[in-house]
């Protein structure tokens, strides 16, 4: 049977993760969360003082990327791969509220930009891959056979969010997860170099009122269907 490149793309807190580790778990594919990598670079500049509230050496982060080691590791257990950076496991780190709220940040400079595009295209080169991200259906891989963008009410993404944080114990406030939703859409659609947008063949899914099952049966189907054409 071929293999197809999936590209997903959206919102933030829309569920492309969890849509995109099912889809890839049940076509036997291998699963990139793009946005992980963006936050894995986030969290680097935040524990080395390049970023903070109100200050952001844009210099500085581009002259170390060089030395940034990114890369993702299969963990049996989980069933999914974890974010090491420079040799360490910070999936758990790269999740925290705090570092939402600098990712959109760093991911509006366009050498960082660069540097993870170049990475991601190189882990999709054999296909059988679903990626999930902002930008992957529109640069990463503006030629992949199927593309999805994920939206939903902001108010329902919060909710989600919050919800997500409480499980894991994040002492925070729905406001405080709002606002930052809202302001990760703001910078993500408005930046000017790969800003956030549906790509022209992407089909759209609102999953505001959306099971998970729901979702994951729409998107399996549709992806079979492009498997299955000539």
């Known amino acids: 049977m071929k293999k197809i490149t999936i590209a997903i793309d959206g919102f933030s807190s829309t569920g492309k993760s969890t849509v995109a580790k099912q889809l890839a778990k049940a076509l036997g594919y291998v699963y990139v969360d793009s946005g ?9 500049a935040m524990q080395n003082g390049i970023i903070s509230q109100g200050n952001f050496d844009v210099e500085k982060l581009v002259s170390d990327l060089e030395s940034l080691r990114i890369h993702f590791k299969y963990n049996e257990d989980l069933g999914f791969a974890e974010m090491y950076l420079n040799g360490k496991n910070v999936e758990h780190e790269i999740r925290t509220l705090e570092v939402s709220q600098y990712v959109s940040q760093v991911a509006e400079i366009s050498e960082v930009r ?14 059988g891959v679903v990626m999930d991200g902002r930008d992957i259906g529109t640069v990463v891989f503006p030629d992949a056979e199927l593309k999805f963008f994920m939206t939903a009410s902001a108010e329902t993404r ?73």
Do not use: C, H, W
């Not at 992980?36 to 680097?44: K, P, S």
């Not at 660069?114 to 296909?127: A, D, N, P």
């Open 36 to 44: 992980a990598m963006y936050r894995a670079v986030a969290l680097y």
């Open 114 to 127: 660069r540097m993870l595009v170049l990475q991601q295209q190189q882990m999709g080169m054999e296909k």
């Open 158 to 230: 919060a909710k989600r969010r919050y919800k997500e944080l409480l499980d894991r114990n994040e002492n925070v406030s729905y406001e405080d997860v709002l606002k930052n939703v809202e302001s990760r859409d703001l910078i993500d659609s408005t930046r000017e170099d790969s800003p956030l947008m549906k790509a022209k063949d992407a089909i759209e899914i609102d999953n505001s009122n959306l099971s998970l099952e729901a979702q994951f049966e729409k998107l399996y189907a549709l992806a079979q269907e492009t498997i299955e054409k000539p």
